[in-house]
């Protein structure tokens, strides 16, 4: 008779791809979530890779992945499905087919469509802190029930396999108790210069190593200045790289001619904020060593 006991390599089902790298933390979490059949709940700050963590479970399982950008106005019941009545009206007053057919009417939303697809897919929630506080709760009660009705026409919507459910949050408000019970959690931290130099060589392979070093020390410098309002993240580095090597740099330094400043810092007052640093050596030029 077969053992029934599940295999460490059949729990671990998510160790990273190509192109997403991660820790064992971070796997621990998405294999917990996946086991459980729970909703993995990220938060980190912005440019951590909490919505590529979706992107690239959804590629390790070979599932399609589903999106749902929560704002501050989105419904638990949008995610479901919603009744297009204003198009009927169109169509009613201006000749538009059969109003009479309110299924032509009903556009499903992430969540219908998750439930209704053929196979497991993966839903990305993101930024469910955007929305009011009843909105976690709503959202877990309908996940809950892997099934809904759509009033207009009757049918009832049920899932044949719980979705993968990843949600993201940046913090801008604290999200209920019970939500939280029900979600496995994890915190992304913000990558060590070690796997900041991994994650570089993953998007540039060519680039030499002097620019690579370089342009990750002054970016680490850059993000422990005390009085940046927002610090750049790790795709901001990686476009920056990408300037630098357009425009043909071989090596850059922290100093107030930091060569294309706006690919890293995104608001007017820490530009000025940094031109009050005083000059490490001179300007960024060729082949600075």
């Avoid at 192109?19 to 951590?48: C, F, M, Q």
């Avoid at 019970?181 to 060590?192: E, G, K, L, T």
């Avoid at 940046?228 to 100093?255: C, F, M, N, Q, Y």
């Amino acid at each position: 008779m077969p053992d029934p006991t599940p295999t460490p390599q059949a729990f671990r089902r998510f160790a990273g791809t190509p192109s997403y790298l991660t820790n064992d933390a971070l796997e621990a979490a998405v294999n917990a979530a996946l086991a459980l059949e729970r909703p993995l709940l990220v938060k980190g700050e912005p440019g951590t890779g909490k919505t590529l963590l979706a992107e690239a479970i959804a590629e390790s399982l070979g599932a399609p992945l589903l999106r749902w950008h929560v704002k501050s106005t989105t419904r638990a019941q949008d995610g479901l499905y919603v009744y297009d009545t204003v198009q009927r009206l169109y169509d009613s007053r201006f000749g538009g087919g059969d109003v009479q057919d309110i299924r032509k009417y009903i556009k499903l939303g992430p969540l219908g469509h998750a439930f209704k697809a053929p196979a497991r897919a993966v839903l990305l929630i993101d930024e469910v802190d955007k929305a009011d506080l009843e909105f976690p709760n709503d959202l877990l009660h309908e996940l809950d029930r892997m099934r809904f009705q759509i009033v207009e026409t009757g049918e009832e919507v049920a899932a044949r396999e719980r979705p993968v459910v990843v949600i993201t949050s940046n913090n801008e408000k604290e999200l209920p108790d019970a939500f939280l019970r029900r979600c496995v959690f994890h915190f992304i931290d913000f990558p060590d210069p070690a796997l900041m130099e991994r994650i570089v060589a993953v998007h540039h392979p060519r680039l030499g190593p002097d620019l690579v070093r370089q342009a990750i020390s002054a970016f680490f410098a850059l993000r422990q200045h005390p009085r940046l309002r927002k610090r750049p993240s790790t795709s901001e580095l990686i476009d920056w790289l990408t300037v630098l090597h357009a425009a043909g740099l071989t090596g850059v330094r922290l100093d107030q001619d930091l060569p294309f400043l706006g690919t890293l810092l995104k608001k007017e007052q820490d530009v000025a904020n940094l031109k009050d640093v005083k000059p490490q050596g001179g300007a960024a030029r060729r082949g600075w060593n």
